[in-house]
């Protein structure tokens, strides 16, 4: 109730700010909504979401699976940890945008080299988490897997992930708002469709009309996405608790 | 023998990184069926020993013979369970040879069939230890390991689960190796007992128990009893 009122006064304070300004900087709730639905009846609105959401979903999925595996060997094995660490340092302190052109002019300004730029992006995030919870896991829970000789298998099902879980959960929910921000600048600088494509197209054409009418859908999804995927597996994983 | 031990040293490091020797010329063997007991002060390197056989630190001089692929169910004295499973799937995962049926009635048997669907933060720390031995045997293990099943339960408790283990060894002759401080726990658990001096340790002396478990007597143990007494206090060597 008191998140609706809030959301509420936010889009009441939009209308006032509109009111008192120049409709070309910022247009009315109305005007905007009604972007969106033209965008959504000619279905672009749909094909750049999915384009970017399409992104979203390879990056995230290649930094994280990397990411993890790497992170947790490296938990694992302190002299994995000592070879890999300087690497991880220099990608955490290396700017994205800086990763992003390199990709584009080696890789060419092709699909691989954004997806590849973004997941290279996200990786030492993911690998700094689950190094944290490859230490974290219980030395006498592995005991009692080696007496019982556990297959790997099952101890990578029933023993390292569910201890990872929490550190994983915390990684997609990071790990989902960076990659998402960071799509939208790959789009920007070299790709042909996709939210941040229109969004440089509106900044070209000066449509603040047009910005908005991508902005906020796309906003809106990745709050779903964080509602209604992310936040049900971070209560199922903790249920035992 | 199903079981022969012989670790001639084994070292540990302290605190300060100084190694000393914890275990020194210890031997003992059990037959098949037998149900042992190690019985030793605290610190005298117990369960550095129990590791040793369960082949969980290969860290020593000596040996340690057991059939080809033997089977190990180990009791930790934590109970070790996974917190994040059902008890029914901490059996199941520790034993994915053993059918529904099976675990079932191994939880039946210990008092645990209510429980079945619990996570092990539910449980106190006597149904915890209880669900830990199902698991151990629930692999059908040729030997079964005990490290202190009865410590820190308080005496009703550790009484009612020393008669479920003394049960369960007379009527399953799953060969066993329990330690534990207690001397009288090891008199009402084993055929047969094995002393050990203070560290460094080795058997001080081996009792051997002719009316072990239901046929225990309380003369008898009290016979016993003195009988350790007396090889605690033997001079070394």
Redesign the interface.
């Known amino acids: 109730m008191i998140r609706l009122l809030s959301f509420l006064s936010m889009l009441a304070l939009w209308q006032g700010a509109a009111l008192l300004s120049d409709p070309r900087h910022l247009p009315a709730p109305g005007p905007v909504g009604l972007a969106i639905w033209e965008e959504a009846r000619s279905g672009a609105l749909f094909s750049n979401l999915g384009a970017t959401l399409a992104r979203v979903a390879a990056s995230f999925a290649l930094a994280m699976t990397l990411g993890s595996a790497l992170g947790y060997w490296m938990g694992r094995d302190r002299r994995v940890d000592a070879i890999l660490d300087p690497w991880l340092v220099a990608l955490l302190n290396l700017p994205a945008l800086v990763v992003i052109v390199l990709a584009y002019i080696w890789a060419g300004l092709g699909e691989a080299a954004a997806v590849g730029a973004v997941a290279l992006n996200k990786l030492p995030g993911a690998m700094v988490v689950a190094r944290e919870g490859a230490r974290a896991q219980d030395p006498?829970?592995d005991?009692?897997a080696?007496?019982?000789r556990?297959p790997w298998r099952?101890r990578l099902r029933?023993?390292v992930l569910?201890q990872l879980a929490p550190y994983l959960a915390a990684a997609t929910r990071s790990g989902l708002s960076l990659v998402w921000k960071i799509v939208l600048i790959v789009e920007l600088i070299g790709r042909p469709n996709g939210v941040g494509f229109k969004i440089n197209m509106a900044f070209q054409l000066f449509d603040v009309r047009l910005l908005l009418a991508y902005a906020l859908p796309f906003v809106g999804l990745m709050l779903c996405v964080e509602t209604f995927l992310v936040q049900p597996f971070e209560r199922r994983?903790s249920r035992?608790? | 023998m199903l079981l022969d031990v012989d670790v001639r040293s084994k070292d540990y490091a302290d605190a300060a990184g100084r190694r000393a020797p914890a275990i020194e010329g210890l031997r003992f063997a059990l037959k098949r069926g037998e149900a042992g007991a190690v019985v030793g002060p605290s610190g005298c390197g117990k369960t550095t020993l129990l590791r040793i056989v369960a082949g969980l630190d290969p860290d020593f001089a000596g040996r340690v013979t057991l059939p080809r692929d033997a089977r190990l169910g180990m009791v930790f004295q934590e109970p070790r369970l996974l917190p994040w499973r059902s008890l029914f799937d901490n059996v199941r995962i520790a034993a994915p040879q053993a059918s529904d049926a099976e675990i079932d009635a191994l939880l039946a048997r210990f008092g645990l069939a209510e429980h079945a669907k619990h996570f092990p933060g539910q449980l106190s720390l006597g149904l915890a230890r209880r669900a830990a031995l199902a698991r151990a045997l629930a692999i059908g293990p040729q030997l079964l390991l005990l490290d202190e099943p009865l410590v820190s339960l308080d005496a009703a408790l550790a009484l009612e689960l020393r008669e479920h283990i003394a049960k369960l060894i007379d009527e399953t002759h799953v060969t066993t190796l329990l330690v534990t401080h207690d001397l009288s726990e090891a008199i009402a658990l084993a055929d047969r007992i094995f002393v050990l001096t203070p560290r460094p340790a080795r058997v001080a002396a081996t009792l051997e128990i002719d009316t072990p478990r239901r046929r225990m007597t309380a003369e008898r143990a009290k016979a016993l009893a003195e009988e350790a007494r007396v090889a605690f206090k033997a001079p070394r060597g």
């Open positions: 006498l829970l005991e009692m080696r007496a019982f556990l099952a029933h023993l569910p994983v035992w608790r």
